[in-house]
T-cell receptor, first 115, second 115 residues
Framework: DSGVTQTPKHLITATGQRVTLRCSPRSGDLSVYWYQQSLDQGLQFLIQYYNGEERAKGNILERFSAQQFPDLHSELNLSSLELGDSALYFC??????????????FGSGTRLTVV | AQSVTQLGSHVSVSEGALVLLRCNYS??????LFWYVQYPNQGLQLLLKYTSAATLVKGINGFEAEFKKSETSFHLTKPSAHMSDAAEYFCAVSDEDGGYSTLTFGKGTMLLVSP
């Protein structure tokens, strides 16, 4: 157990729908990162939050949004879902807003299937 | 902009043979470098990291990697492969830019170990 908790583990939904993925960071970590993993694109950085504020944005679509709450858990919202959004979505956490040479701790991911 | 290239999407070795997984990076500043491993249906686990303290870095499960600035490489090796090493391996780079940083991952190399 890495200490980073992601729910749900699996999600199957239809095109056009909206889903919310949840992440609880490791105890004491203030930064949360979201990554999308697909066969064709590999691991793509989506967005980072640090202590409730957005710190960095990657290849995140406008249909996607995220937030980090006062208790530091984070949610990734995916709307108007398309078949191509099917992927594994990872959350990772770190103690500070930079890697500081420590890297991230990853959760076990949420597998999203859009049908 | 930082980037990582992993040569070979699949590498096959026999049990007991040398494992060599290649990673080349591009970074405008001295980087932090990481190797992560992903077992089936699991999240990414940190294997080892380079933070400029030593060019030869030892990690978990008998893996090590050598940072070579002149070659911009950070190849992962293990003297003797074990069946349990079969997994996907990701090289990642982080540079501190403006006080914050994120990890950029390579596309991964699947290690196949045959008896």
């Amino acid at each position: 157990d890495s200490g980073v908790t992601q729910t749900p583990k699996h999600l199957i939904t239809a095109t056009g729908q909206r889903v919310t993925l949840r992440c609880s960071p490791r105890s004491g970590d203030l930064s949360v990162y979201w990554y999308q993993q697909s066969l064709d694109q590999g691991l793509q950085f989506l967005i980072q939050y640090y202590n409730g504020e957005e710190r960095a944005k990657g290849n995140i679509l406008e249909r996607f949004s995220a937030q980090q709450f006062p208790d530091l858990h984070s949610e990734l919202n995916l709307s108007s879902l398309e078949l191509g959004d099917s992927a594994l979505y990872f959350c990772a956490s770190s103690a500070t807003f930079s890697t500081g040479g420590h890297g991230y701790t990853f959760g076990s991911g949420t597998r999203l299937t859009v049908v | 902009a930082q980037s990582v290239t992993q040569l070979g999407s699949h590498v096959s070795v026999s049990e007991g043979a040398l494992v060599l997984l290649r990673c080349n990076y591009s970074s405008s500043v001295p980087p932090y470098l990481f190797w992560y491993v992903q077992y089936p249906n699991q999240g990414l686990q940190l294997l080892l990291k380079y933070t400029s303290a030593a060019t030869l870095v030892k990690g978990i499960n008998g893996f090590e990697a050598e940072f070579k600035k002149s070659e911009t490489s950070f190849h992962l090796t293990k003297p003797s492969a074990h069946m349990s090493d079969a997994a996907e391996y990701f090289c990642a780079v982080s540079d501190e830019d403006g006080g914050y940083s994120t990890l950029t991952f390579g596309k991964g190399t699947m290690l196949l170990v045959s008896p």
